[in-house]
């Protein structure tokens, strides 16, 4: 599917089905697989031949939404995994280990800090924590013979940052190290990191890539093009796997395909984190509408944004596609199309006027979400940030004040109306 538009393959990759073979995707909804022969079964768990052995490391219709997303990412490999914040885990602990560091920026998801700063430094991998507003000298300080991998957010949630792919992979490869995306915010609609050089791409499937709030997921997909052989600092995947007598996933699969095939059969294998067959068939009816729905999330948004600019009872509004935003020459560069739907701001009278407005607002929903067809709103200083220190929210990008709101598919004069409403209510 390499050659069509975006559109077409979020409907058409994936899946091929054969003569007389169902047109949509069907569950395969088995935790086993028959073989013919105890030979053909053992060269499938010595990684000899290719097939389904468990469904806990990989099931039909699990992989045909993998392939879709790869594609869509224009990755060489996806793995698909229990939730978003199951993919980040894997896609470091797949290179690092105890002793090893990673680089991270600091304007990402609160629930994204707490792994990194709490639950790694716990299994002894250290992350150390980098702004936007570093030096290149600055941020190069902080890598040294022991980092395994850089870190950042296309769209940190909810600092809406734009990540500068291009600049922070370019010190990542200098320093001999992969760059990792979280895509998620963007989707590969409205940003594609490997063609900015990043070589790992990860998405919590959760948000828009579902779409409809409901089914939990993650995915790491593989760029294919970082050199895991040079400079030997990845021995996981070119020394020999005794956990499969002796495979070395560089030289048996390909530098291309080693990552995210070490990360299936070994690490969804041992920790047990696999995407279930239902959740991934309902995870590929959203993707089916994954570029219509960014399309109207971004339309959507801007206008929106545009209101609480001129609304006298907003102190602040930024959404990276506003003209005068600080980070808006970053979108304009990374995300084209739109900046999807998410947009922060802040309410006058601070944080107890905040609450009110959350709580007089009717089409919009309080919710412990973002990014899906229904328009929600969150406070994450008390809610999905709520366990960072001040000093962690200021890195973070989050002030007390601040507003998440996710803008949905509704009608846009709707959700306006909506807004200016509460507002209104806020000040009373």
Excluded at 299 to 324: D, H, I, R, S
Aim: negative net charge; glycine residues 8%; aromatic residues 8%.
């Amino acid at each position: 599917m390499s050659n069509f538009k975006i559109e077409t393959k979020c409907i058409q990759s994936g899946y091929t089905p054969a003569n007389g073979e169902p047109r949509v995707l069907p569950i395969c909804q088995s935790t086993t697989y028959k073989y013919d022969s105890a030979s053909h079964l053992g060269d499938l768990f010595d990684l000899k031949a290719p097939g389904h052995m468990y469904t806990r490391i990989s099931n039909p219709t699990v992989d045909a939404v993998e392939k879709k997303i790869a594609d869509l990412e224009g990755g060489t490999g996806a793995v698909l995994c229990s939730s978003g914040q199951a993919a980040n885990l894997l896609a470091i602990l797949n290179i690092t280990s105890a002793g090893q560091n990673i680089v991270s920026m600091s304007s990402i998801y609160g629930g994204t800090i707490n792994l990194f700063a709490v639950t790694l430094k716990r299994l002894g991998i250290e992350v150390r924590f980098v702004t936007p507003e570093m030096s290149d000298e600055e941020v190069a300080s902080h890598i040294d013979e022991n980092t395994r991998m850089f870190f950042g957010e296309t769209i940190a949630n909810p600092a809406l940052v734009v990540f500068d792919i291009e600049r922070y992979a370019k010190l990542a490869h200098a320093h001999g190290i992969p760059l990792v995306v979280d895509n998620t915010f963007a989707t590969p609609v409205l940003c594609r990191p490997f063609e900015f050089g990043a070589d790992i791409v990860v998405h919590s499937t959760t948000k828009y890539m579902d779409g409809h709030a409901q089914v939990v997921g993650g995915v790491v997909v593989d760029g294919g093009r970082f050199d895991w052989t040079a400079g030997g600092k990845y021995p996981e995947l070119t020394e020999p796997d005794a956990s499969y007598h002796g495979v070395v996933y560089t030289k048996d699969f390909g530098n291309e395909n080693a990552y995210f095939t070490k990360l299936r059969v070994q690490l969804i294998r041992d920790f047990g984190t696999p995407l279930a067959p239902l959740p991934a068939y309902l995870l590929n009816i959203g993707l089916e509408t994954l570029a219509l729905r960014m399309e109207r999330h971004c339309v959507n948004a801007l206008k929106v944004a545009k209101f609480l600019e001129q609304n006298e009872n907003v102190t602040w509004v930024n959404y990276p596609k506003l003209p005068g935003n600080s980070q808006f020459e970053l979108a304009e560069k990374y995300l084209p199309l739109g900046a999807c739907g998410v947009i922060s701001f802040g309410v006058k009278g601070g944080r107890e006027a905040a609450v009110k407005f959350m709580d007089s607002l009717r089409l919009a929903a309080i919710v412990v979400h973002v990014a899906d067809a229904r328009t929600s709103v969150l406070h994450p200083a008390s809610t999905t940030h709520r366990q960072l220190t001040d000093e962690q929210l200021i890195d973070a990008g989050i002030t007390p004040d601040l507003v998440r709101f996710s803008v949905g598919i509704e009608n846009a004069d709707d959700i306006i109306a909506d807004l200016a409403e509460a507002l209104d209510a806020s000040q009373k």
